[in-house]
Structures are given as C-alpha cells and as structure tokens.
C-alpha cells in the first residue's frame, strides 16, 4: 500500500498530539515508566475495558509490587486474584513470564522485542507497548481502537473491505510515528479510538481529522457516523 504523503503524516501527528493535551486520559499506568508496571497493564488491557482494568491493577499491585513478588507467588493465588477480569489465560501467561524475566533476566524485562516476543504470551502489540511506554521507544502499537483510527483516517470504507490481514495498518502506525514522541503519540492514538473515533458513534462534525479523513470524505453528508 502506498503510505501517506508526508505533509499529511505531520498534520495528523500534529492534529493528534494536539487533541491529546487536551483530552489525553489520565491513567495510573501513565503514571510509571517502569517495565513490569507497564507489562502488568497491557496484559489486563488485552480483552478488558480500562474501568474495569484500574481498581484489579492497583490490587494486582499492592499484591505483586515487583515481578520478583509475582514469580515467587503460587500461580493458584495469581489467578484468584485476577479472576473478575476473566480470560484466566492471561494471569497464567504473565505468571511465567515473570518466571522466565527472573530466571533468564535477573528480574529485568527486556527492552529488545525478539527477546520480548520469546516470552509467552507477549505478540507484537504488547513488544511495541513495552517499548514504547517502558523504554521510551519508537515502537509502533497496533490494538483495535488504532487500527479503527488509522483505517477510517487513510483508507476509507472502500480501500478498508480489500485489506487482508494486519501488514497494512502496521506499516502505517509505523510510518506515522513521530520520532521522538513514540510514548505521547501512541496512548494518543489509542485514546483517540477509545474516545473520539469509536465504533457506533465517532465524533465526526467536532474532530480534527475530518478535513482529510477518508472516512468522512467518502461520505455523501459528511458528519454522518461511519461504521467501519
Ligand atoms: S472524522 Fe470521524 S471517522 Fe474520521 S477520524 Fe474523526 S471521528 Fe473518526
């Protein structure tokens, strides 16, 4: 796929960054750059909406502070306590991963994402998000809310119903990312989707994008919710 012209990448990082200051969320995990705290959030995230994710990751932490306290723990008591988020995988995943962090890495996380995607249950998304949020790199992330974001803003309903597959919206969350500004750009991105650009009712009269967004360029009434 051809990748967007460069004076409409910077407008949208622009436009974006810009839409975060003023309504960027403000979540405990936003709070810490440390990459266990991180780690710890990205796995409850997968699968669990952010309120119901806040009050068990401060429980999860008072609990587990570090990743030693989480490897040491019986794996039983990991899952209980993470029972009400459900998808019982994930507290399992991220009990041997704490394992393995210890056993391998001394109890340091590592900030290179094969070594990262060696580890169980850790795919693409959650490496970027290590790297980025953790280590400050310019990773790119790729979740549901962003790639709503990113194929309405560049593809349009009619280019989005011929992609196949995740290559396309990867290659353009990478080309997009502001160098620099990997961390501000992509908990933007993913409060953009969360908040603004949602599924059912994308806020498009209001939004900074709508002067070059595809999604409502393709529209006969422009402003009218699109669904894709
Ligand atoms: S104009 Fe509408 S569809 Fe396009 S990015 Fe904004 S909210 Fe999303």
């Not at 806040?54 to 570090?66: D, E, S, W």
């Not at 993470?82 to 507290?91: C, M, S």
């Amino acid at each position: 796929m051809k990748l967007p012209p460069a004076p409409l990448v910077r407008r949208f990082q622009r436009r974006l960054l810009a839409w975060y200051a003023t309504h960027g969320r403000d979540l405990p995990w936003r709070r810490t750059r440390h990459p266990y705290r991180v780690l710890v959030s990205e796995i409850m995230l997968q699968q669990t909406q952010v309120d119901r994710v806040i009050p068990k990751y401060r429980q999860f932490l008072r609990r587990y502070p570090t990743i030693h306290d989480l490897a040491r723990a019986r794996v039983e008591d990991v899952r209980r306590l993470w029972y009400p988020l459900g998808y019982n995988i994930r507290p399992v995943r991220l009990h041997t991963i704490a394992r393995e962090t210890v056993a391998r890495y001394g109890g340091h996380l590592p900030d290179d994402a094969a070594a990262l995607r060696r580890l169980p249950g850790i795919g693409r998304y959650t490496a970027g998000a290590v790297l980025s949020f953790a280590y400050d790199r310019d990773a790119a992330v790729l979740d549901t809310n962003v790639r709503r974001v990113l194929g309405r803003v560049f593809l349009g309903p009619r280019r989005l119903a011929r992609v196949r597959g995740e290559r396309v919206f990867w290659d353009l969350a990478e080309a997009l990312l502001p160098r620099g500004r990997g961390y501000d750009f992509n908990q933007a991105l993913m409060d953009f989707g969360a908040t603004w650009c949602t599924p059912r009712k994308p806020k498009c009269p209001s939004c900074p994008m709508k002067g070059f967004c595809a999604t409502v360029a393709s529209l006969s009434a422009p402003g009218v919710p699109c669904r894709s």
